[in-house]
């Protein structure tokens, strides 16, 4: 790792070795408040609370050194002679978002000297929240649970937001205390002990990180400065960030910092920015692009930070070199497979589904080229959507099935596997795994987890009554979620056991084990394979068998791969359909196919009779080819 430290919050005195830390007294606070005059630390001593005044500086810092102050010393900063606060750059707040502040030691015992970091050619992530994945809800509960997670094929696993967020429950979306994972899931030594331990069983760890804005409940900053946030631009869930206009530099310091908090204080492997569609900035560099550069400086050049966006827009920009005028990040989320998938397999059309057909012919064009949407009129959103995907990899759009956002804001929270049958589930999950671009994962989808993943808070009784009675006009207009008497009937968000609901079962890996069987083979054939192993868009084609199967060729040198993913019924086509290139009159080898037993499957197989194939209903079938050269110029 390069050298970095925290610039603004509490902070030992340099040097930080062992035996020089044992010696030193005193710790430094460093806060940016220009609405304060004066800034006094109160600090909590054996003897009682003392009050510190801090140095004032320019351009509205406040600074100085408190010999009494110790590890673990639980402090506020007052302001001018009003109420105090917690530290916005606070590393622990063990008492939650209206508590004190905790000073933390950031030295650790790490193992992980010889992990290299994730290789972005071969990310496949596993999306959990750490609250429901286990019964213990905690990071340290996760730990015996990711050697299984090796098994299974992931890389990286990728953790819903952790910031310390209101009460005991959240998605983390809520989250207000940027730099201070939360006390329930274990704080400080429990998310480092995760990432060692992923580190020691070869996975790597991403979290989601949420800079468009920050949750009401224990948002103090505006005490700090009124310039963290504008009013210049809306946003769909408060205040938007300031990110262009007066005092800039110290906003865009605080989540530029805070990313390169997590990936050299705490290993991280990367980062999902959430949401950066609702992140305005119209300056001369925009924020996602002076995050990447200077996260990866802070990093250094010993491992390669993965920088995903999540962004509705379809905007090549996100992931185009910073050479070629884009901001130069790894990945984008890219929600038109899930889209299209989703509305073939379930007939859903409401809301931003009506802008897809499900049709094959949709399905095999996004899986060609990474986006559906690149410039076309979109219904749902009244204008263009978009931008021309160029020369981007595969491994640049991560498509899903399934993620936090399309089970958890379903009403009742339910997975694809709880709205089809398992043959069609299986077919979907040979098509996300082994297209080129990169997977996601949703925890549990790899059992075909039973328990729903429902939307959950823990705020105060106030905001708690807003919260349930906003779901239930979300989901007002939708005639599905009423009774007889015409009420919405969904899960109360603050109810426990709403949360409690939304845990797995990880028994289900034995009781649904044929669909288990299937993920870790889909993912061997992704890890192993001559072809499959190197994902590329320039050497695949994907084309549409009539409105409901979809055909991708795969090549690499002399090998060569076919792809049949049939959603409908049983199918009769010739092998000379330009869809299978001219591949199949020669010999074949089925590598996988979903009908097999050990799957789950009918045991039906794919039938040859002369010139035409028989594809079985719900079925997907993967060939290897041989004896057959590569059409020239075929994309």
Known sequence: ????????????????????????????????APKARRVAVELS?????????????????????????????????RLDDGPSFPDPWSRSQPDGVHGASEVVDPSFPWTDRGWSGLDPDHLVLYETHVGTYTEEGTFAGII?????????????????????????????????????????????????????????????????????HLGPDGNYLRAFSDDYFTDRYDTPWGEAINYDGENRERVRELVIQNACYWLVEYHLDGLRLDATHAIYDASPVHLLAELNDVARTAVGAERHPIIIAEDGRNDVRIVRSRSAGGFGLDGVWADDFHHHVHSMLTA??????????????????????????????????????????????????VFCLQNHDQVGNRAFGERLGHLIDRDRYAVASVLLLLAPETPLLFMGQEFGASAPFLYFTDHEAALGRLV?????REFAGFSTFRDSSRRVQIPDPQAVETFLRSRLDHAERESNAPIYRLYRALLHLRATDAVFAHPDRDSTSAASLGTRCVVVRCWRG????????????????????????????????????TTAPRFGGSGQRVRRSGDRLFVPAATAVVWEVHGVAQPPGTR
């Open 468 to 472: 349930t009675e906003g779901r239930r």
């Open 348 to 397: 859903e059309r409401e809301g931003y589904y009506g802008d897809y057909a499900g049709s094959a012919a949709a399905i095999a064009r996004t899986v060609q080229e990474g986006l559906y949407f690149q410039g076309q009129h979109s219904e749902y959103r009244g204008g263009p959507r978009g931008t021309r995907v160029t020369d981007e990899p595969a491994r640049a759009f």
């Open 45 to 77: 001593t054996p003897n009682g609370v003392i009050f510190s005044l801090l140095r004032p500086e320019p351009k509205g810092f406040h600074d100085g050194t408190i010999d009494q102050a110790r590890v673990g010393s639980r402090y506020r900063y």
């Open 144 to 212: 015996p649970h990711l050697s299984d997670l090796r098994r299974l094929g992931i890389t990286a696993l990728e953790l819903m937001p952790v910031a310390e967020f209101p009460g005991r429950r959240n998605w983390g979306y809520d989250g207000v205390n940027l730099f201070a994972p939360s006390r329930n899931y274990g704080g400080v030594a429990g998310l480092k002990q995760l990432v060692d331990a992923a580190h020691r069983v070869g996975l790597g760890v991403v979290l989601d990180v949420v800079y468009n």
């Open 1 to 32: 790792m390069t050298e970095w430290r925290l610039p603004l919050g509490a902070n030992l005195p340099p040097p930080l070795t062992e035996a020089a830390r044992s010696q030193t007294a005193g710790v430094r606070f460093r806060v940016w």
């Open 558 to 593: 002399a090998e060569r791969r076919v792809l049949i993913a049939n959603f409908g019924e049983e199918l009769e086509v010739f092998v000379d359909e330009p869809a299978f290139g001219g591949w199949l009159p020669n010999p074949t080898r089925t590598s996988l196919s």
